[in-house]
T-cell receptor, first 112, second 115 residues
Framework: QKEVEQDPGPLSVPEGAIVSLNCTYSNSAFQYFMWYRQYSRKGPELLMYTYSSGNKEDGRFTAQVDKSSKYISLFIRDSQPSDSATYLCAMSGNFGNEKLTFGTGTRLTIIP | EPEVTQTPSHQVTQMGQEVILRCVPISNHLYFYWYRQILGQKVEFLVSFYNNEISEKSEIFDDQFSVERPDGSNFTLKIRSTKLEDSAMYFC?????????????FGEGSRLTVL
């Protein structure tokens, strides 16, 4: 079983739709859960960061973590064409400079 | 807005040659990282660096790789003798001491092509 699994997509939705992106993981030591956005030929850009279980909202973006199910989600409301990118989930253990373990990324296209 | 800058943006080299990839992290950040992304694959951790020493490295980061902070602003990744499989996008990242684990700021990457 891979440490972090993410559906690579591609996923295409019409503008204004709600988008749901998900990752599952196997390592119980993960405590920090991140969503990064990566535009083509660019570096990952941090979107959301959550510690342990729970929800976090930032504008049109909501991150959810369910540690009991080892499942995390990112919801994008009122999706815009500018949201078209690859979305990477990433996880790390506790403290300091623990390495990030990334999912493969989901390629999202918002159709105007 | 402060950003991580990387040079070169693209380097082509012959197998067996040495390559140095350079990074200027965000100025008040103290944690530095290198990640790589082989085309079509996931982003992979290489090494983390804090207080002028390696704090963690992956199994990818073998004796052919080294990192250095030669002055107060640059952070470099050296590959001593490149192999075909080293072809990838290499990302530098940094984090402040106030940032939690995972709050990394990435550069735009250096694409390495080994022929």
């Amino acid at each position: 079983q891979k440490e972090v699994e993410q559906d690579p997509g591609p996923l295409s939705v019409p503008e204004g739709a709600i988008v749901s992106l998900n990752c599952t993981y196997s390592n119980s030591a993960f405590q920090y859960f991140m969503w990064y956005r990566q535009y083509s030929r660019k570096g990952p850009e941090l979107l959301m960061y959550t510690y342990s279980s729970g929800n976090k909202e930032d504008g049109r973006f909501t991150a959810q973590v369910d540690k009991s199910s080892k499942y995390i989600s990112l919801f994008i409301r009122d999706s815009q064409p500018s949201d078209s990118a690859t979305y990477l989930c990433a996880m790390s253990g506790n403290f300091g400079n623990e390495k990030l373990t990334f999912g493969t990324g989901t390629r999202l296209t918002i159709i105007p | 807005e402060p950003e991580v800058t990387q040079t070169p943006s693209h380097q082509v080299t012959q197998m067996g040659q040495e390559v140095i990839l350079r990074c200027v992290p965000i100025s008040n950040h103290l944690y530095f990282y290198w990640y790589r992304q082989i085309l079509g694959q996931k982003v992979e951790f290489l090494v983390s660096f804090y207080n002028n020493e390696i704090s963690e490295k992956s199994e990818i980061f073998d004796d052919q790789f080294s990192v250095e902070r030669p002055d107060g602003s640059n952070f470099t990744l050296k590959i001593r003798s490149t192999k075909l499989e080293d072809s990838a996008m290499y990302f530098c990242a940094s984090r402040s001491t106030r940032g939690a684990a995972g709050e990394l700021f990435f550069g735009e990457g250096s694409r390495l092509t080994v022929l």
